[in-house]
T-cell receptor, first 114, second 111 residues
Framework: DAGVTQSPTHLIKTRGQHVTLRCSPI?????VSWYQQVLGQGPQFIFQ???????GRGNFPDRFSARQFPNYSSELNVNALLLGDSALYLC?????????????FGEGSWLTVV | DAKTTQPNSMESNEEEPVHLPCNHS???????IHWYRQLPSQGPEYVIH???SNVNNRMASLAIAEDRKSSTLILHRATLRDAAVYYC????????????FGKGTKLTVNP
């Protein structure tokens, strides 16, 4: 079975531009989360969506937005890019079970803002 | 945010066991302990999780202290492929799936 897939894997954008990152969860997973990881730090939570509804939001500005589609795939949008938005953006998906959630990450999208 | 405390780095030799400690002194009775690891240039990989009892899977073992204020991830025979940053994370049972990552422990495995 395919794992969490993200696209694109690498991209370069200019300050002020907009970017859309895409994520397909593992089949059967209805929850998708997004994380930002800057160099040398652990991932930081941005959003969680479950059944197309936002379930959680991290401490990120309104320039960051996301949505989840009926097939449970998701998009992360970032407007008015800043140099500091350069990071690895990770998507994670999960299913719920009585043992607690097991969360699976994709390989990430590397964003460079110049 | 729920935080855990881990050593910044640890070193091991290949084929030897590795014990990675984690302190979570403010853990609540319903929080799970999850471990993830991240290899260079890859997304985090799930390793193991537990609530109260010790847990084993094909990758590792998780030993949880009786008072649940600490836990230890055990790699029984370290290989070079186990070199990674290991994160210990508290996860609220049935709650938000927000994972709060610290800086983790960077494990170096010497041949």
């Amino acid at each position: 079975d395919a794992g969490v897939t993200q696209s694109p894997t690498h991209l370069i954008k200019t300050r002020g531009q907009h970017v859309t990152l895409r994520c397909s969860p593992i089949s059967g997973h209805k929850s998708v989360s997004w994380y930002q990881q800057v160099l040398g730090q652990g991932p930081q939570f941005i959003f969680q969506y479950y059944e197309k509804e936002e379930r959680g939001r991290g401490n990120f500005p309104d320039r960051f937005s996301a949505r989840q589609f009926p097939n449970y795939s998701s998009e992360l949008n970032v407007n008015a890019l800043l140099l500091g938005d350069s990071a690895l953006y990770l998507c994670a998906s999960s299913f719920w079970n009585v043992e607690g959630n097991t969360i699976y990450f994709g390989e990430g999208s590397w964003l460079t803002v110049v | 945010d729920a935080k855990t405390t881990q050593p910044n780095s640890m070193e091991s030799n290949e084929e030897e066991p590795v014990h990675l400690p984690c302190n979570h002194s403010t853990i609540s009775g319903t929080d799970y302990i999850h471990w993830y690891r991240q290899l260079p240039s890859q997304g985090p990989e799930y390793v193991i999780h537990g609530l109260t009892s010790n847990v084993n899977n094909r990758m590792a073992s998780l030993a949880i202290a009786e008072d649940r204020k600490s836990s230890t991830l055990i790699l029984h025979r370290a290989t070079l492929r186990d070199a990674a940053v290991y994160y210990c994370i508290r996860v609220e049972r049935g709650g938000s799936e927000k994972l709060v990552f610290g800086k983790g422990t960077k494990l170096t495995v010497n041949p």
